[in-house]
């Protein structure tokens, strides 16, 4: 397992949570907002706010996080685990031409060789190195957010809530620049959202998350197609997914 939570408790919080992540897996993290997604995705980055603690055991190849110094835990992020988050303008620095802020983990964690020429042009952004992020759309923002997140072939990759705040269009053509990007780099990605036909397309197997808790898990197809809990069921009946069958 690339990812392996164990009993992961967030100041009461979120409870008990337990789930593993394979090598090039794709995981899906639904539920309600206020659910505990996104406390669950920070502590796992170490990202916590300072007021939280957390409990239990989040294993990245083997290593455990919870506890580690700060050090350590700056040491993996950005480079063997990455997040992109909903809004990429507050991302970005905008004040840096976009070409330099993909180049700099690449810096820090003295990864060089790669050109950010080419790393940008991968996710579509051909000829926008020396752009500032106000030059560019939500969307073009949001790829340079992923070329950034994945500059250094993360073993895992966070995305909490990617598309939300783009354009229908825009969307779609993000979530495919996700999926290829792990996809080359066999990163086993954990995906947010509240939109249960983004997990179909993205997601192999899907958790549920209700106050804190998951409360269901399985194969996408198993847990979309027959929902065992009560509230998994609420949210496929509320879904267009539910309305398009
Ligand atoms: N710093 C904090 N101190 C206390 N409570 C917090 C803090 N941050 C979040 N919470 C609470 O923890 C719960 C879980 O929040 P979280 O952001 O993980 O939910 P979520 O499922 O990601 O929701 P959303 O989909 O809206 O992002 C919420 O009730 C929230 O109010």
Redesign the pocket.
């Known amino acids: 397992m690339t990812l392996e939570v164990h009993g992961l408790g967030i100041?009461g919080?979120?409870r008990d949570v337990s789930f593993g992540i394979a090598r090039g897996e794709r995981v899906g993290l639904i539920?309600?907002?206020?659910?505990?997604?996104?406390?669950?995705a920070l502590s796992i980055m170490g990202l916590l706010?300072e007021?939280?603690a957390a409990s239990g055991s989040v294993k990245l190849d083997g290593r455990e996080l919870l506890g580690a110094p700060e050090k350590e835990l700056s040491r993996l992020r950005g480079n063997e685990m990455s997040m992109v988050f909903q809004e990429p303008m507050t991302a970005l620095n905008p004040a840096m031409r976009v070409g330099a802020q993909v180049a700099e983990p690449m810096r820090i964690h003295r990864k060089g060789g790669r050109d950010p020429e080419a790393l940008l042009a991968s996710v579509g952004l051909p000829g926008v190195a020396r752009a500032y992020p106000h030059q560019l759309s939500g969307g073009q923002r949001q790829r340079v957010v992923l070329a950034i997140a994945l500059a250094n072939d993360p073993k895992l990759l966070i995305c909490?809530?990617p598309t939300t705040a783009l354009d229908v269009t825009v969307q779609a053509q993000i979530l495919e620049l996700i999926l290829d990007g792990v996809r080359e780099r066999e990163s086993a990605l954990l995906f947010?959202t509240?939109d249960l036909a983004v997990v179909a397309s993205v997601c192999e197997r899907v958790l549920v998350?209700l106050d804190?808790e998951i409360v269901e898990a399985g194969t996408t197809r198993d847990v979309l197609t027959a929902p065992q809990h009560e509230y998994t069921k609420k949210l496929l009946a509320a879904s267009d997914l539910e309305a398009s069958r």
């Not at 539920?31 to 669950?40: A, V």
Request: no cysteine.
């Open positions: 100041s919080l979120v539920g309600e907002s206020g659910s505990g997604k996104s406390l669950t706010p007021e939280l909490d809530e947010i509240h998350m804190g």
